[in-house]
Each structure stands twice: as C-alpha cells, then as structure tokens.
C-alpha cells in the first residue's frame, strides 16, 4: 500500500512527530511510505528522517531559501478551512489552505493519515474520493476546545476512522460523538527498543522527563521528594526537560528546591535529545501528572527496565502500568502517596529488580513492529472496501460538505461579531 502521513511539522521536536516517525519507519519495510510535512524550517528533521520513508514539505519557512514563503501575501492571511479550535491556527493561512488542499486533491494512496485535528478536518474536507481518510488522535477528546469538539462531531463523519492511543479516549468519541460508519479503534503509541543496556536497578537515582508544565505537577514530584530524603538520604531525582510556548516552571520550580533545601538532592537537567541513554542511569521512574493523553515517557522507562510510580490520572497510565506488578499506580494530586509508592521500591531491592524485569518484559508489547500490524490490519480492512461502502459515498460527501459551507458561514458571521462585541468593551 502507499500510505500518506500529513504532519504538522515534521522538522521540529515533540511526542507526535516522534511516534509517526515510528510507525511510519516500521511500516516501511512492506508499503510504500511517505511523510508529507505543511511546514519546514529546518533543513534536517531534528529526529532524524525515518529509514525507507520519503519526506516532503508544502511550506518552506527556511529564510535562507530560495523556495521561502513566510513573505507570500497568502500567508499573512488567516485560514478558513485549518479550524479555528485547533491550538495551532495561527500558524496556518489561505496558504496552507491552499498548499495543503492541492496536495489532498492530487494525492495517489491508498491510505492518508492526518496526525493533528486541524489536519484531520482538512482531509475530512479536501481529500479527494479514493483514499482511505485516518484521523488520529494523539490527545484526548476532553482536551480539546468546545468550538474544536464541535468542529471534531460535525467534520468527522466524513473520515473513515479515528484512532486513539487509549481506550478510554476511543470510549469518550463513541460515546461523545455521533460518527455513523467511522471506525473508531485505540491504538497506542510505540517505542522502539532502545540500544543500550537496560537499567540495573542498583543506582539510587529517581528520573523524571517531560515538559515542564504545570500539569505536569513536579512541584508535587519536588515536595514528595523531600519525604523520601527525610527517609533516605542517600537517593536522588533528576527531572529532564524543558519550558514551551504553553509555559515554563523552571524557576517556580527552582525556587521550591531551595526553599526545601533540596539542592543536593534534586537536579534540573534541562531537555535531553535523545532521551533513551538517561533512562538507565536510574533505579524508578515517577510521572505525577493531572492528566496525560497517553504517558510515553511511562513506556520509555519501562522498555529500558525501570519500574514506574504514576499518578492513576486521565487516559493513560492504567492501560500502561498493572499496579503493583511493573510499577505503582496513586492518587492524582496526592504527595504522600507518591512519597509512600517510592519509598516502598527504595526499601526493598527485591521488589524493585522483580518490578524493573516486569516492565521490560510488559513494554515489548509497544514495540514499533506490533504497533504497526494493528494500524496495517486497520488499513489493509478499510481499503479492501469500495469508498461507497465505507463512510462516504459520494451523495453523502456532497450534502455532507454543502452541509459545511452552510455551517461555516454562519460560525464566521458568529465569530465576527464575538471579536466586535469584545473590542467594543471597555479595557
């Protein structure tokens, strides 16, 4: 099969881009792959391109050159199709409407994926009859903005399926949603077998990594720190990462390890690139997030050996970590518990190495190639079938789509005035 990946931007770093590199990598040993990127402002992918996998791009924001396009009068124009819901939209424009709609339109696969929602609506709304349309979802339903759930309920009827990488999501857009005819299957997200020895589980080093976000809540990883180095003394914790355009806790976090005196024991080591070789330096993960949409950084430590304590927060962890076997699952939100989960695999040796060895073997089930036969059984199921007999035939796709237009204007009428009733308010 040729299948068609559509990234938002395949040059940069983050969790999306990482795991379509992984699927599309293993699936390039039997298909024809490509990863087609709407943005590049850099000439080498920063992970790296995939090996057997060919990369392209529809805007070029290299300022050095020739082809760039950040000056195009397009391009200073807002979108109108790229929704308005999605957290990226104002980096898309008439241009990447364009760009990306005369790529759908010419494109000859058999499968196109989309990896964002606002991708996903542009192939919901310019993919041409043919290819099956694959919505993924890397984030959670419940994540989203209202305006994009209700851009999500009404433009995916038109894909073929949705995938999500936990069944408790999947859960949320069946019951969510009404998507007569689209697939909606939870397919979590692989990583690769690292290249380095698993950990030993004898260094007395707790590890963290992960952006440092509020929701993330390692002001609560800090603080229940300091209960176990009341304890013992002898261990330490390394978080990894950094700040984003979402927000940076560095120096709140700075100032909670001095005002608990943690500084021999604490250590922000900043973000790591790649990460694989850090995990084994350590003895026990911890991942006290509010929520995750999945917990990638749990099956990395887990496939290079360490057992996990994690907060049992929305979607991901539980479907990840059996509590009590490979790791630890607490309460969101509650330090002593995690203090207490922590200390408990710091107390006992047995139970740590018997946890570590757990994890391995449990996470091999997040290998690229086991991930990759699910997506290519889904793909190889949905294409088998004539496009009238999967979610869109072409009456459906035409009313469905006047549908839209009808819709669209009115939503722009609506937003209009929204944005006149605000400026008119007083400061």
């Not at 994009?148 to 990488?165: K, P, Q």
């Not at 360490?306 to 539980?318: F, Q, S």
């Not at 995690?338 to 946890?355: F, K, N, Q, W, Y």
């Not at 007999?389 to 009456?395: F, K, P, Q, T, V």
């Amino acid at each position: 099969m040729h299948i068609s990946f559509l990234l938002h931007n395949a040059y940069g770093v983050g969790g999306t881009i990482r795991t379509t590199f992984n699927l599309a990598g293993a699936l390039a040993g039997h298909h024809d792959i490509e990863i087609v990127s709407v943005f590049r402002h850099r000439d080498v992918p920063a992970l790296g391109a995939p090996e057997g996998v060919r990369m392209s791009h529809l805007v070029d924001l290299r300022k050095k050159s020739p082809s760039y396009d950040g000056d195009a009068a397009e391009h200073a124009r807002p979108a109108t199709v790229f929704p308005r819901g999605d957290s990226r939209y104002r980096q898309y424009s008439r241009l990447t409407d364009a760009r990306v709609a005369d790529h759908l339109r010419s494109l000859d696969a058999d499968v196109v994926v989309g990896t964002r929602p606002g991708l996903n609506v542009q192939i919901s709304r310019q993919a041409r009859r043919g290819p099956v349309r694959i919505g993924q979802e890397h984030l959670t339903l419940d994540s989203h903005s209202y305006r994009l759930r209700r851009e999500i309920g009404h433009r995916y009827a038109l894909l073929d399926a949705v995938t999500t990488v936990t069944e408790a999501d999947a859960r949320a857009y069946r019951t969510g949603l009404k998507l007569p005819g689209v697939r909606i299957e939870a397919i979590a997200n692989s990583v690769p077998e690292p290249g380095i020895a698993p950990a030993d589980g004898d260094s007395k080093w707790v590890i963290a990594a992960g952006r440092l976000h509020k929701v993330k809540r390692y002001d609560l990883l800090v603080r229940a720190f300091a209960d176990v180095v009341a304890v013992r003394p002898d261990w330490r914790l390394r978080i990894y990462g950094g700040g984003d355009a979402t927000g940076n806790e560095r120096q709140t976090l700075l100032a909670l390890i001095g005002e608990l005196g943690l500084h021999n024991h604490v250590f922000l080591m900043g973000p790591v690139n790649p990460l694989e070789a850090e995990w084994p330096k350590g003895a026990i993960a911890a991942v006290t997030s509010d929520r995750e949409s999945f917990g990638m950084t749990i099956v990395e430590a887990m496939r290079c050996g360490l057992p996990v304590v994690a907060t049992d927060c929305p979607h991901g962890p539980r479907e990840i970590i059996e509590d009590g076997t490979d790791g630890r699952l607490v309460p969101v939100g509650d330090t002593a518990a995690v203090a207490d989960a922590l200390l408990g695999l710091i107390g006992d040796d047995e139970a740590r190495h018997r946890s570590g060895r757990a994890a391995l073997a449990a996470s091999q089930r997040f290998d690229p190639s086991r991930i990759a036969e699910r997506h290519e059984r889904l793909f190889t199921e949905l294409a088998s079938r004539a496009p009238r007999d999967r979610s869109h035939g072409a009456l459906r796709t035409t009313l469905h789509r006047a549908r839209g237009t009808v819709l669209d204007g009115a939503y722009a009428l609506r937003y209009k005035a929204a944005d006149v009733i605000r400026k008119g308010k007083p400061a």
